[in-house]
């Protein structure tokens, strides 16, 4: 990978360049996120208000080191009981496909297993995005099982550590 990245919180600003990824069909291909109406910035300014001071959730901006970019999200949503749900997307399309994704999925589980104590982490990822479920793999998910179009992965504490 030539692009290294750094995660950081997610914070209010951040709406100023996320509420443009979540006007892109292109982004929410394989996900449950369906547009019911255009989303302005103050829109996800407030969404982004209600979010961030949540216990139970860890939201991260993915940025690249060298110019501090925002390129896009990733976090552990309803944690509970030693356990966590993984949500990453790249919202800059031209850093799709750089290894970005599994360099920040490795980040953040690592932040979620010595960090938060987690002992699993699960995600769901659709059966057709090939380049998710393949970045999921490498890292060390592992499939358990599939409803509908969307297979549910998970990963533990141990696994990742035989992995890096």
Same mark, same amino acid.
């Given at each position: ?41 103050? !829109?996800?300014?407030?969404? *982004? &208000?209600?979010?961030?001071?949540? =216990?139970? #959730?860890?939201?991260?901006? %993915?940025?690249? @080191?060298?110019?501090?970019?925002? !390129?896009?999200?990733?976090? *552990? &949503?309803?944690?509970?009981?030693? =356990?966590? #749900?993984?949500?990453?997307? %790249?919202?800059? @399309? ?71």
């Amino acid at each position: 990978m030539t692009t290294e990245i750094y995660l950081r919180p997610l914070a209010l600003k951040d709406a100023e360049v996320s509420y443009r990824w979540r006007n892109d069909p292109e982004v929410w291909l394989y996900t449950k996120f369906m547009l019911k109406q255009p989303i302005t910035a103050e !829109i996800e300014k407030q969404w *982004l &208000l209600n979010k961030l001071d949540l =216990t139970n #959730e860890k939201r991260f901006a %993915i940025c690249v @080191k060298n110019t501090n970019e925002y !390129i896009g999200n990733i976090q *552990l &949503l309803d944690i509970a009981n030693e =356990t966590a #749900e993984f949500h990453l997307f %790249i919202g800059e @399309k031209k850093y799709w496909g750089k290894g970005i994704g599994y360099h920040a999925s490795l980040m953040l589980l690592k932040y979620a297993f010595y960090n938060l104590n987690l002992k699993n982490v699960f995600l769901e990822v659709h059966a057709e995005n090939l380049a998710a479920y393949s970045i999921y793999k490498k890292v060390g998910f592992q499939p358990v099982s599939q409803q509908s179009d969307f297979i549910k992965m998970v990963i533990n504490a141990s696994v990742l550590a035989t992995i890096h």
